[in-house]
């Protein structure tokens, strides 16, 4: 274990526990310290065996992985140390025998498979599933996975089989970051340290590069003033070990969502056109973690910030036409719901003067009165009619919470259907 790993084992409380599940997943997007919190458990109890899997195991690699981890446990009866892996696709009495010789009363070996993500073979899978579904009283298991394996999870939830720990429970706290930031040198203050968690939501492997790009800082406040998704370092990982694993369509889809943060169900449909957008963000969620539903009845969703921030930069810096026109999709539909602040700042972004005049002329005296303006970043043009020109702002402002329940057109504000 590195030096600098902040203990957590309370992560694995629920797991550890008399008359616990017997079958652990911990899922959870690249980076989020899955294989470190596993260590780290192992670390602290009874031997455990551990198979690291990987994209060349078939059936047969798998099961000799398997055995011979379990092997070197010493509670490994006779029995099992003289297993052999299956002959082959027709040796259909395998999995009977392995069960029959971990079917054994005492202290159950746990069983480490970390990495079942990278599982392509079809038969391989299978077997995994066979093992889980049909799991020895002798053996317990606990998976890791950048997302849910298709192992009838359903089914084990179901019937109170499967103990889970999953991405929200994984993120650093801020008094876990607190002791990320000491352990590695860093003098934090209070605020700094809760802004570095925030802004990185807890991600090991942001607040990672973070700290070490901090060593190298000025200071603490003018790094987190400037740290986003496209510092080169966090946007080489969130490429590599991210985004290149998702297909092109969620990548395309979590880009055209990223110039807004949150992210109401209603303005996805919007943005990406697709009707079943609500949908597609329920099913990132509950299978990449990659974004999180915020509390309340509004459906909306947050994407990791780090990721978000980069997607954002990579769009208006690469397709600002399309960047251009998204914002003034946004702009309009929070304008149908009455939502200045969102709508002036996506205007402003969108860097669309007559839309922006139109809005300060729908606006701008209720946002005078209510001195809302100053929330938006800089003062709004003091006459009416068509500003000279609109520099774009750094960052979108902050968005008021809002009933997503209006129409989708209203008004002049409407899009015209196609035809």
């Given at each position: 274990?590195?030096?600098?790993?902040?203990?957590?084992?309370?992560?694995?409380?629920?797991?550890?526990v008399?008359?616990?599940?017997?079958?652990?997943?911990?899922?959870?997007?690249?980076?989020?310290?899955?294989?470190l919190?596993?260590?780290?458990?192992a670390?602290g109890?009874?031997?455990?065996?551990?198979?690291?899997?990987?994209r060349?195991?078939?059936?047969?690699?798998?099961?000799?992985?398997?055995?011979?981890?379990?092997?070197?446990?010493?509670r490994?009866?006779?029995?099992?140390?003289d297993?052999?892996?299956?002959?082959?696709?027709?040796?259909?009495?395998?999995?009977?025998?392995?069960?029959?010789?971990?079917?054994?009363?005492?202290?159950?070996?746990t069983?480490?498979?970390d990495?079942?993500?990278?599982?392509v073979?079809?038969?391989?899978?299978?077997?995994?599933?066979?093992?889980?579904?049909?799991?020895?009283?002798g053996l317990?298991?606990?998976?890791?996975?950048?997302?849910?394996?298709?192992?009838?999870?359903?089914r084990?939830?179901?019937?109170?089989?499967l103990?889970?720990?999953?991405?929200?429970?994984l993120?650093?706290?801020?008094?876990?970051?607190?002791v990320?930031?000491?352990?590695?040198g860093?003098?934090?203050?209070a605020?700094?340290?809760?802004?570095?968690?925030?802004r990185?939501?807890?991600?090991?492997?942001g607040?990672?590069?973070?700290?070490?790009?901090?060593?190298?800082?000025?200071?603490?406040?003018?790094?987190?003033?400037?740290?986003?998704?496209?510092?080169?370092?966090?946007?080489?990982?969130?490429?590599?070990?991210?985004?290149?694993?998702?297909?092109s369509?969620?990548?395309?889809?979590?880009?055209?969502?990223s110039?807004?943060?949150p992210l109401?169900g209603?303005?996805?449909?919007e943005?990406t056109?697709?009707?079943?957008?609500?949908?597609?963000?329920?099913?990132?969620e509950?299978?990449?973690?990659?974004?999180?539903?915020?509390?309340g009845?509004?459906?909306?969703?947050?994407?990791?910030?780090?990721?978000?921030?980069?997607?954002?930069?990579?769009?208006?810096?690469?397709?600002?036409?399309?960047?251009a026109?998204?914002?003034?999709r946004?702009?309009?539909?929070?304008a149908?719901?009455?939502?200045?602040?969102?709508?002036?700042?996506?205007?402003?972004?969108?860097?669309d003067?007559?839309?922006?005049?139109?809005?300060?002329?729908?606006?701008?005296?209720?946002?005078?009165?209510?001195?809302?303006?100053?929330?938006?970043?800089r003062?709004?043009p003091?006459?009416r009619?068509?500003?000279?020109?609109?520099?774009?702002?750094?960052?979108?402002?902050?968005?008021?919470p809002?009933s997503?329940?209006?129409p989708?057109?209203?008004?002049?504000?409407?899009r015209?259907?196609?035809?």
């Amino acid at each position: 274990m590195p030096p600098d790993v902040v203990a957590r084992p309370e992560l694995f409380a629920g797991f550890d526990v008399p008359d616990a599940p017997g079958i652990g997943l911990v899922s959870a997007p690249a980076g989020y310290g899955k294989t470190l919190a596993l260590a780290g458990r192992a670390a602290g109890h009874a031997p455990t065996a551990w198979v690291s899997l990987d994209r060349h195991d078939d059936a047969r690699l798998l099961w000799a992985a398997i055995l011979a981890a379990l092997a070197r446990d010493p509670r490994a009866g006779a029995e099992v140390r003289d297993l052999a892996p299956p002959r082959g696709a027709d040796d259909r009495d395998f999995l009977a025998r392995f069960c029959d010789a971990l079917d054994v009363p005492d202290a159950p070996i746990t069983l480490v498979l970390d990495d079942v993500h990278e599982v392509v073979d079809a038969t391989a899978m299978g077997e995994l599933r066979s093992l889980v579904l049909y799991r020895p009283r002798g053996l317990r298991l606990l998976l890791s996975s950048r997302f849910d394996p298709p192992l009838s999870l359903p089914r084990l939830r179901l019937e109170g089989r499967l103990w889970e720990l999953r991405a929200d429970r994984l993120a650093f706290s801020p008094a876990e970051t607190a002791v990320l930031t000491e352990r590695a040198g860093l003098t934090l203050s209070a605020d700094e340290t809760r802004r570095l968690q925030r802004r990185t939501g807890g991600w090991a492997a942001g607040l990672r590069l973070a700290v070490q790009a901090m060593r190298n800082a000025e200071s603490p406040e003018a790094f987190l003033a400037a740290f986003s998704g496209d510092d080169r370092s966090v946007a080489d990982y969130l490429v590599g070990e991210v985004l290149d694993t998702l297909p092109s369509d969620t990548r395309e889809f979590l880009t055209v969502a990223s110039i807004t943060d949150p992210l109401p169900g209603a303005l996805a449909v919007e943005l990406t056109g697709r009707e079943d957008a609500v949908e597609v963000l329920e099913r990132l969620e509950r299978e990449t973690s990659l974004l999180e539903e915020l509390a309340g009845d509004q459906h909306e969703y947050r994407i990791l910030e780090l990721l978000r921030t980069y997607l954002d930069a990579e769009l208006h810096r690469r397709r600002p036409v399309l960047a251009a026109e998204l914002h003034g999709r946004a702009a309009r539909w929070w304008a149908c719901r009455e939502a200045p602040v969102a709508a002036l700042g996506h205007a402003g972004r969108g860097d669309d003067p007559a839309l922006l005049a139109d809005l300060l002329d729908r606006f701008a005296l209720r946002l005078a009165l209510t001195g809302n303006h100053a929330r938006c970043g800089r003062p709004w043009p003091r006459r009416r009619g068509r500003p000279a020109g609109v520099r774009r702002g750094p960052r979108p402002p902050p968005w008021e919470p809002r009933s997503s329940s209006t129409p989708r057109t209203c008004g002049r504000w409407a899009r015209p259907s196609p035809t």
